[in-house]
């Protein structure tokens, strides 16, 4: 028996391919999703980026002696790829900041992905496992004002303090030994990131002081530095 018109019509609509459905895509890792699947700010080479990313739960503490060297390491050698430069960074125990450059999104896209593929890898083979090691995606935050990149600076490098870690001077698992914007403190002069290329990172955000190796990040959320 020959199915009517109707029938077949009801039939595509039932199973169709494609196009938006309740409960489609992939899931986020985790329990929740960290960051929104929106869409990014722009990025040019003008405009410093601040970046943080997670671990998955349950993965060991990454302040660990054993853990530094190589994390250093592997930062130096993706620091400079593709038109992205990492030009300061620091570890806290379960999340990384970068403060980066990048000459447009697709650089930050390219560079940011080879740089958390280098990571896991170097983390997964010293800590004799498999499997994801890096949380959801990364959250960016472009920034555009010498007082924002001037904020970002002391969170990122001081972000331990925020932690409750009590540290005197400059924090060892950041570039902070290296950084060359302390006001008391003069930098190593073996530094294994790229210098800043933006005017902003560069000088611009001099204009509202060198930073004190006492100063403590404010602000809320760990992605959101910026002070009143």
């Excluded at 960016?140 to 600076?153: A, F, I, N, W």
């Excluded at 403190?185 to 933006?198: C, I, K, T």
């Amino acid at each position: 028996m020959r199915r009517s018109q109707r029938d077949r019509v009801e039939q595509l609509a039932l199973f169709r391919r494609g196009g938006q459905r309740d409960g489609a895509g992939r899931k986020p890792a985790g329990q929740r999703a960290l960051v929104a699947h929106s869409a990014r700010a722009r990025v040019t080479r003008h405009t410093p980026v601040f970046v943080t990313t997670r671990l998955v739960e349950g993965l060991p503490n990454l302040r660990r002696d054993r853990t530094l060297t190589l994390l250093r390491d592997t930062l130096a050698a993706g620091a400079d790829r593709f038109g992205f430069r990492v030009v300061e960074y620091s570890i806290q125990s379960t999340h990384l900041h970068f403060v980066v450059e990048a000459e447009d999104e697709c650089a930050l896209g390219r560079g940011m992905k080879g740089l958390l593929v280098r990571l896991a890898k170097a983390l997964n083979r010293a800590w004799e496992r498999r499997g994801r090691v890096i949380h959801d995606r990364y959250h960016s935050r472009v920034l555009k004002t010498p007082r924002e990149v001037r904020q970002v600076l002391v969170y990122a490098l001081q972000n331990a303090r925020k932690h409750g870690a009590r540290i005197l001077g400059i924090d060892a698992y950041s570039s902070g030994p290296w950084f060359e914007g302390w006001a008391d403190r003069a930098p190593r002069a073996d530094r294994p990131l790229p210098r800043p290329n933006s005017w902003l990172l560069s000088l611009g955000w001099t204009k509202g002081g060198l930073i004190s190796t006492r100063e403590s990040p404010c602000g809320g959320a760990e992605w959101d530095p910026v002070c009143p």
